[in-house]
C-alpha cells in the first residue's frame, strides 16, 4: 500500500497502533476499510476531515468504546480486540486522557475534585490527589481557583479544566474530538496552544479530532479522513 | 489497588459523586427517603399494633387461666358433668386438679347495656374456685385479702376478689359492695380483696366454687378443671389418658391450642392490615424507582463521562444502587421511628384491635421489638436497592459515545414499546388468583395482586401508546399536538411518570370496590336478617336466659303480634378452632329461606334426620356443604345432623349452626332463650310495645337485657362495619398522597429536565402561555392515561379481594359494587394535581433565562 | 393442744361461728370405740395426731409428725353444691432429721367430696387425695403420706389399751368448763414401715404416739401460746403435760396424766404441772426464742419431780409465714427414761384467736 508509508515513519514503538481497521455503521454503510494509524510517544497527530466521515468514531474505537467490525488496534502494546469491556475501561482509566467539544465538566463537583475525577475513580486518596489537581490547575492558568464551581466560568475556562483532567493521571495518550469546537476564535486558539504545551510537557502522544487549519498546523502530523481512508494533509502555510 | 480488583467505585469517588448530586438536588432526595419512611412506618405501626394486641390477648387469656399446665374446657358454656372432677383428678401424673365455674357476668352498677356487641368494658368473667385447690394449681388467682394474710380463704360465700382492671371497670374498691349478674341470676358481694397475680389487664372476679354452683344455677355442672402436672410427668401421656376418660362435651386445652385459637381469632384479620401496609411500602418502592429512574436519565451524560473517564459497568450499577440502598437507610430508620410513634397514636386513638372489634377486653401496652425493627429496616432498605437495580442497569447498557453526543432522552418514537412483559405478568397473576389458600391464608391471592400491579406497571409505556393512538389523529391546536406527539413519541418517560400513579390508583380503588361491595351486600343482608319490628337480647346469658314463663309472658304482652324467639349459645367443635355460634329459632320447613338469608336451594331433609342450616364461614372452615352430616358435641350426646342449606353471615367470622326451635330443644334439653324477634300487632305502637316487653321481663334478667329496631341495629352494626375499616380508609388516603407526591415530584423534574426544549420553542416564537398549556395538557393527559389504567388494574385487583382473598381470609362471599362517586372523585383529584404540577414546574423552567437554557449542555 | 388446728381454722375464716351450731363438749359422755376412731362431723375441730421416734436400719434416730385435722366451717348449710365446705380436710407430716439439721414437711388441704377428701364416721379411714390413716380391723392403724422431700408409708400397732385423758375423755383446757376437748391417746404404737428420703427407700421401726382430740371451743381468750409434752416412757408408761400460757409467760392453765406401765392412772391438774425454762435457742430464721430445753416440774403423789428435756436437734421451727400460716416449734426430745414430742406455740408472736 503506497499510502501506508508516510504513515510509519516513527521507528520507536508506538503507542497507538490501528492496522486494517474496519468499521460499518448501523445499515451497513462502512465507514473506513483497512484503516491504519501508528501514533508514536510524544507525537501530536491532528485528523481532520468532512462531517460524517467517522472522525469520532474513530476516537470511540481507539477509545474502547465502540466496537469494531475487523482490523486491531494497540494502545501501549495491548491490543483491544483481547479485552473484555472491564479491561478496557481500565485501560482508559489509567492510560488515555479525553478532551471533548462539550466540556463534559461535572456541575456539581468543584474544579479541583473534577480534575482530581481520574485519580479518585483509580482508587487515589484524597489529599494528594487534590493536590495534584491543584498542581495541573495552575499549569492551565487557573491556579487558586480550586474551589469554584464550574457553573462560575466561561467556555474556554471549562476546556482548560478539561485538559487539566484529560492530563493529570499522566496518561500515555490524549484523544481530543473538536477541543476548540464550542469557543471563539480568539479563545480556541489560546486553548489550543495550551492543550498542545501541556500535551508536549506530559510527554504524552495525542490524537485531535479539529476543523481548526490552525490546530493542524501546530500538529506534528495533520492526516485527512477521507472516504478512502487517512491521507497525509499538506502542510498549510509555513508550519 | 484495592480498587483494581473491586467492582465497585473507590469510597471517594462515591462520595464525591453521590454527595454532589444529592447536593443538586435535595427535594428529591427527601422525598424518595420520605417515601420509603412512610412506607416502613405503616408497616412496622401495623405489625407493632397487632403483635402488641396479641401478646396482650395472650395475657389475658393466661391471666384467666393461671397459667395452668393443662386444661380441661367445657364445649358449651353449659360446661360439663362435675364428675368428672375427682377422675381427672385421680389420673397418674396429675399432681394437682382444681375444678372451675366460669361465667360471663356484668356488674349490676353499669346502667341498662347498649345494644353493642363489641362493648365490653361492663363485662367481667367471674370464676368459681375451690381455693383450696387452687391455691397449689392457679395460685395467682388466688385472692389476696385486703386485711392482711391470715383472714378469709375465699370459703367465705360472700367474698368476691377482683383483678385490678375489674376493681378499675366497676369503680370499686375493697370493702365495697358489688353486684354480678351471670347466667339469668345477680347476686352481690362484699369485695374482700384483690386478685394481685391477675395482672393489669383481665377483668376478673373470683368467688366461692359452691356459691358459684348455688347461686348462678350451675349445680353440678364445671366450665373448665385446671390441671399442674407431678413433677416429671409426661405431659403427652397425661393427655392420652385425659381424653379417654373426658366426656364429649369436654375437651383438653393447653397453651399451645390456646394461643393457635386466639391466634386464628384475628389472623386474616391482621395478615390483612400488613398487606395494606406492605402496599404503601410497595408505592414508596414504586416512587423511588421513578425518583432514580429520572436521576439516572438526567445524568446520562455524566454517567457517559464517568465510564469514558474509565468508571466500569458494574461500579456504575454499584454507584446508583448504593444511592438508592443510602435512600433506603435513611428512609428506613426514620420509618421506624415514625412507626413506632404512629402505633402509639393508633392504640391511644383506636384501641389494640385497630378497631377490628377482636380483643374487645384489657388494655394494650406498646413495647419495641428490635427484631421486627430490624426486619421491617430491611425491608425498606431492600425496596429502595431494588427499584434502584432497573435504573442503574439501564444506566450501564447506555452506550457511553452516544449518551456523550446525544442530550436530553434519546429515544426513537418509532420503536414499538414491548407489552409481553406486562401481559406475562398479568397473566400470571391471574393464574395466581386461582390457587387455593395457603396455610388458611390467601398468600396466592396477594401474589396475584402484585403481579398485577407489576404487570400494569410494566405494560404502561405500551397502554400509554394504545391510549393515547386515537388522539393523535385529530386536529389539535399546536400546544396541545406538541403534548401528544411527545407522549407518544416517548412512552418510556411517560410511563415512569405513571407507575406510582398507576400503582396507588389500583390499590386504592381495589380496597375501595372490596370495602363498598362489602358494606353494600352487608347492608343488604341486615335488612335481609332483620325483618321484625323490635329485637330483644338478654347479654351474657350464654349459660341461661329467658325460661318458658317468661317467654309465656312476653309472648302475651299486648300489642305483640308474633314472637320468635332464639337461643344462642356457643359451641366448640374443635381445639384448634374458636367456638361456633349454635341458635335454635323457628325455622319453617317448607320455606327456610323466609327468615334466614340462603344461598341457593335448600337440599331435602331426609326421613329422620334433623336438619340443620349452616353459615357460609361454617361451611368454608368445616369443609361442608349441603347434603353432608356434621356431628354436634352437645350435652345430650354426640348429634348428627343433616345440613341442608347454608345462609350468608357476616357476623360470625367462625361460623354458625341454626336448627329448628323444636330440633334445638329436644337435642340440647335447653327450652331457655337468650333473643327474640318481635312483630308488633297492626296499630300498636313500637314503643310502647317495647316499654310493656321490658316490664314483663323477670327482674334479674331486665338489666341484662337489650332492646333495638332494625334501624338501630343496622346503623350499629354499620357504624362497627366503617370503624372496623377506619384503618383501612387511613391506608388507602397514604398510599393516594404518596402515589400523588409521585407524581408530583416526577412531573416537575420531567419537567425542569426540558428547560432547554422550552427555551427553543421560545426562540422560535412559541408563545409562553403557549407552552404553559402544552405543559397543563400533558399533564392532565398523563393524569388520565394513569387514571384509566389504574381504574382497569383496580377493579381487576378487586375482583381478586372480592373473590379470592375475602373468602379465603374470613369465609364470607359478597356482590361487586362500584362507588362510582369514588371513581369520579379520583379522576378530578389525580388528573388537576397532575396538570397543576406541571404547569407549576413548566413555571420554574420558564423563569430561567430562555437563551442560557439553550446554551446549557446539562 | 394441737396448734396447726386452731390456726387452721382461722385460715378457713371461722371467726363468725355463730351461724353454724356445734355440738358442745361436756363431762361425763361416754367414749365408744371404734366409733370414736372415727370422725365427729358435728364439732368444730378434731385431729388424729401421731408423733414418734423412727429408727432406720443404719441406725439413725429420726422424729417424725404424721397428722390429719378435720374442722367444720360456719357456712350456709342450705347450699346444696357438692362442693359446699361443710368439712374440711388438712393433713401435715414432718420428719426430723438430726443430720439435716432442720425439719422436712408437707401438707394437703381440702374440702370434703367427691370421695378425694373424706373422714368417715364409724371407724378411723381419713383419705386425703393419695394421703391415708386408714384402722383396720385387727387394730393397726395404716398410714400414708407423700410429700416433695419424703414419704412414709408406716403400720402403727397398738400395744396398750386406749388411754382416756382427763376426766374419761373429758379434758379441761382454761379456766372455764367449756373451754375443754374430748381427749384420748394411744401411746407406746409400734411402729414399722418404710421412709422414703431423697428418692431412697429405706425400712424403718419405732415408737409412737397418737392423740385424738375433738372440740368445739378450745382455748381462754387470755392465752398467747401452749407447750405440749408427750413422752412413752421406756417402761411402758406414757406421761403427759400441757400448759397453755398468757401474755407474760404464765400459766392460763396446766394438766397432763401419767400411766404406768401396770395401768395406773394419775390425772394432773393445773397445780401438779410447771414448764421451768432451761437452755434457750434463738431461731436465726425468725428471730424467734424457744426455751428447748425446758425442766417440767410434776407434782407426783405430793412429791415435785424435775423432768428435764433434751432437743433431739435444736432447729425443729416450723416456719409456715408464707402460707399464712403460724410460726412455732415442734420436734422429737428426749428425757431421762423416754423419749417424746414437745410444742412450743407463740413464742414468735402472740396467737391471735
Known sequence: MAKAD?????????????????????????????????????????????????????????????????????????????????????????????????????????????????????????????????????????????????????????????IARALVHGPALILADEPTGNLDPETAERILALLLAEVKASGAAAVIVTHSDRAAAVADRALVLGRSGLSERAPAGGG | ????????????????????????????????????????????????????????????????????????????PAGFDEALYPKVARLPGVAGASPVVSLAARHSDAGTPEFNAGNGRQRITLLGLDGLRAASVTPSLIGMPINGPGRASGLDPDAIFLSRAALAATGKKPGDRLSLTAAGHSRSFTIAGVLAGAGEDQALAVIDIADAQWRFGQLGRLQRIDVRLAEGADAARVEQALAAILPHDAEIVTARSEAQRSDSLSRAYRVNLEMLAMVALLTGGFLVFSAQSLSVARRSGQFALLRVLGLRRRALVAQVVAEGAVLGLIGAGVGIALGYGLADLAVTLLGGDLGGGYFPEGTVHLRFPPL????????????????????????????????????GDATDPRRQPRSWPGLALLAAGGLAALGPPLFGLPLLGYAAMAL?????????????????????????????????????????????????????????????????????????????????DIYLHVEGAEAGGLDMAA?????????????????????????????????????????????????????????????????????????????????????????RVFVAGVWRDYARQFGAITLDTADFERLTGDASKTEAAIDVAPGASVSAVTDALRARLPDQLRSQTMFAQPRQMRAMALRIFDRSFAVTYALEAIAIII????????????????????????????????????????????????????????????????????????????????PWGLFAGLVAALVSAAAGTAVLAGRKALSADAVRAVRQDW | MRLLALVFLLLLGAAAPASAPYAVVKPGVALRFPADHGAHPQFRTEWWYV????????????????????????????????????????????????????????QRIARQGFGLAEAATGDMKIVLDEWRMVRRADGRIATRVQGRSFALDLMLAPTQPVLLQGQAGYSRKGPSPAEASHYYSLPQLRVAGTLVRGGKREAVTGTAWMDREWSSKLLNPAAVGWDWLGLNLDDGGALTLFQVRNAKGGAVWAGGSLRRADGRMTVLGPGDVRFLPGRRWRSARTGATYPVAQVVRVTLDGKPRDIPVTPLFDDQELDSRRGGGPVYWEGAVRVPGGRGYLEMTGYQSALKM
Open chain 1, 6 to 162: 508516510p504513515l510509519l515513519r516513527q521507528s520507536a514503538a508506538p503507542v497507538l497502533d490501528v492496522r486494517g481497521l474496519t468499521k460499518a455503521v448501523p445499515g451497513g454503510r462502512v465507514l473506513f476499510s483497512g484503516l491504519d494509524l501508528a501514533v508514536a510517544p510524544g507525537e501530536v497527530v491532528a485528523i481532520m476531515g468532512e462531517s460524517g466521515v467517522g472522525k469520532s468514531t474513530l476516537l470511540n474505537l481507539i477509545a474502547g468504546l465502540d466496537s469494531l467490525d475487523g482490523g486491531e488496534i494497540a494502545i501501549a502494546g495491548a491490543g483491544l480486540a483481547a479485552l473484555d469491556d472491564d479491561a478496557r475501561t481500565l485501560l482508559r482509566r489509567d492510560r488515555i486522557g479525553f478532551v471533548f467539544q462539550a466540556f463534559h465538566i461535572l456541575p456539581h463537583l468543584t474544579l479541583c475534585q473534577n480534575i482530581a475525577l481520574p485519580l479518585v475513580l483509580a482508587g487515589g486518596a484524597r489529599t494528594p490527589s487534590l493536590a495534584r489537581a491543584e498542581a495541573m490547575l495552575g499549569k492551565v492558568g487557573l491556579g487558586g481557583r480550586g474551589g469554584d464551581y464550574p457553573a462560575q466560568l466561561s467556555g474556554g475556562e471549562l476546556q482548560r479544566i478539561a
Open chain 2, 1 to 76: 489497588m484495592a480498587a483494581e480488583a473491586s467492582a465497585a467505585l473507590p469510597p471517594l469517588a462515591a462520595r464525591w459523586l453521590v454527595l454532589g448530586e444529592w447536593r443538586a438536588h435535595p427535594a428529591r432526595v427527601i422525598i424518595g427517603a420520605l417515601a420509603i419512611a412512610v412506607g416502613v412506618a405503616l408497616g412496622f405501626a401495623v405489625h407493632l399494633v397487632n403483635r402488641t394486641a396479641l401478646d396482650s390477648f395472650a395475657r389475658a387469656i393466661s391471666t384467666v387461666n393461671g397459667a395452668a399446665d393443662l386444661q380441661v374446657h367445657g364445649l358449651t
Open chain 2, 372 to 407: 421486627a425493627a430490624l426486619a421491617f429496616a430491611a425491608l425498606g432498605v431492600g425496596v429502595a436497592v431494588l427499584s434502584s437495580l432497573l435504573p442503574a442497569r439501564a444506566a450501564a447498557r447506555a452506550q457511553p459515545a452516544v449518551a456523550l453526543k446525544a442530550s
Open chain 2, 452 to 532: 398485577l400491579l407489576a404487570g400494569g406497571v410494566a405494560a404502561m409505556p405500551f397502554l400509554a401508546r394504545m391510549l393515547l393512538a386515537p388522539l393523535l389523529r385529530a386536529e389539535w391546536p399546536p400546544a396541545i399536538d406538541l403534548a401528544l406527539k411527545r407522549l407518544w413519541g416517548a412512552p418510556g418517560a411517560a410511563a415512569v411518570a405513571l407507575c406510582g400513579i398507576v400503582a396507588s390508583t389500583s390499590l386504592m380503588v381495589a380496597m375501595a370496590v372490596m370495602v363498598t361491595s362489602f358494606r353494600g351486600s352487608v347492608d343488604d343482608w341486615l335488612v335481609q336478617i332483620l325483618p321484625s
Open chain 2, 551 to 639: 317467654q309465656a309472658r312476653l309472648a302475651a304482652t299486648p300489642g305483640v303480634g308474633s314472637v320468635h324467639f332464639v337461643r344462642q349459645m356457643p359451641l366448640r367443635l374443635s381445639p384448634e378452632l374458636p367456638a361456633v355460634i349454635l341458635s335454635g329459632q323457628p325455622v319453617n320447613a317448607a320455606d327456610p329461606g323466609a327468615r334466614m338469608p340462603l344461598l341457593g336451594d335448600p337440599v331435602p331433609v331426609p326421613a329422620g334426620e334433623t336438619a340443620a342450616y349452616i353459615s357460609e364461614p361454617m361451611g368454608w372452615l368445616y369443609g361442608l356443604a349441603p347434603g353432608d352430616h356434621v356431628t354436634l358435641p352437645l350435652a345430650s350426646g354426640k348429634q
Open chain 2, 739 to 818: 402515589g400523588l407526591i409521585g407524581v408530583a415530584t416526577t412531573f416537575s423534574a420531567q419537567t425542569l429536565a426540558r428547560a432547554r426544549e422550552f427555551g427553543m420553542l421560545r426562540h422560535i416564537g412559541v408563545k409562553r402561555r403557549q407552552i404553559m398549556m402544552m405543559l397543563a395538557t400533558e399533564g392532565a393527559l398523563l393524569g388520565l392515561v394513569g387514571v384509566i389504567a389504574g381504574l382497569g388494574l383496580g377493579l381487576m385487583m378487586a375482583q381478586v379481594l372480592i373473590h379470592v382473598v375475602n373468602p379465603q381470609s374470613f369465609h364470607w362471599t359478597m356482590d361487586t359494587r362500584l
Open chain 3, 51 to 106: 408423733t414418734g421416734w423412727l429408727k432406720t436400719a443404719k441406725g439413725e434416730d429420726l422424729g417424725f409428725q404424721v397428722t390429719f385435722f378435720r374442722t367444720r366451717p360456719p357456712i350456709d348449710t342450705a347450699n346444696p353444691s357438692a362442693f359446699a365446705p361443710r368439712q374440711i380436710l388438712f393433713a401435715h407430716a414432718a420428719i426430723s432429721d438430726p443430720a439435716t439439721g432442720k425439719l422436712l414437711h408437707a
